[in-house]
T-cell receptor, first 114, second 115 residues
Framework: DGGITQSPKYLFRKEGQNVTLSCEQN?????MYWYRQDPGQGLRLIYY???????QKGDIAEGYSVSREKKESFPLTVTSAQKNPTAFYLC?????????????FGDGTRLSIL | RKEVEQDPGPFNVPEGATVAFNCTYS??????FFWYRQDCRKEPKLLMS???SGNEDGRFTAQLNRASQYISLLIRDSKLSDSATYLC????????????????FGAGTRLAVHP
């Protein structure tokens, strides 16, 4: 079954701690994205990657970091510099080779502060 | 002005009703348009793409008006299972660091269908 897998489903962060959210896809998509969703708000782009070993900041990258060492994987680290990390985090992917394609989402990770 | 604007609702309708949502976008060069559905505490799922000529998928009809820069979603014969938040999504077009698939998400319109 092709799809995007995010883990864990729920995550709690202590003060001063870095935490890493996993995102894996087997859709053979080049492009991957991380979004944050706060209650009653639209999705906001944190980072995106068009190809392996390359990634770009989105609209709200401060306090976050990513890596793209493999096509299938795009982990997101929420660092201690992110002062308001409580949110629903969504990973998405799309076929970069085809224009105007929609993005497909994993089922998300809910992050809360302890 | 927000890039993509939607009425947050909620739209409370009885089963069997017809309901329509509009969404406006600010970038006249926008290239592609989508409606996503998001259930409470779940990920967004693609409902349908929106084509210039308008398109229909069962009880759902999407329309695009480029001159007025809005898209619409019509749901006929509403079911209880249609209750969700509907996200209007726009690809603003142009280069996106070499890619084509940047998407701008509206905050969503909430639909509640009651018996």
């Amino acid at each position: 079954d092709g799809g995007i897998t995010q883990s864990p489903k729920y995550l709690f962060r202590k003060e001063g701690q870095n935490v890493t959210l996993s995102c894996e896809q087997n859709l053979n998509h080049d492009a991957m994205y991380w979004y944050r969703q706060d209650p009653g708000q639209g999705l906001r782009l944190i980072y995106y990657s068009q190809i392996v070993n390359d990634f770009q900041k989105g609209d709200i990258a401060e306090g976050y970091s990513v890596s793209r060492e493999k096509k299938e994987s795009f982990p997101l680290t929420v660092t201690s510099a992110q002062k308001n990390p409580t949110a629903f985090y969504l990973c998405a992917s799309s076929d970069r080779q085809v224009r105007n394609q929609p993005q497909h989402f994993g089922d998300g990770t809910r992050l809360s502060i302890l | 002005r927000k890039e993509v604007e939607q009425d947050p609702g909620p739209f409370n309708v009885p089963e069997g009703a017809t309901v329509a949502f509009n969404c406006t976008y600010s970038n006249s060069a926008s290239q592609s348009f989508f409606w996503y559905r998001q259930d409470c505490r779940k990920e967004p799922k693609l409902l349908m793409s929106v084509y210039s000529s308008g398109n229909e998928d069962g009880r759902f009809t999407a329309q695009l008006n480029r001159a007025s820069q809005y898209i619409s979603l019509l749901i006929r014969d509403s079911k209880l299972s249609d209750s969700a938040t509907y996200l209007c999504v726009v690809n603003p077009g142009g280069a996106f660091s070499g890619g084509y698939n940047k998407l701008i998400f509206g905050a969503g319109t909430r639909l509640a269908v009651h018996p």
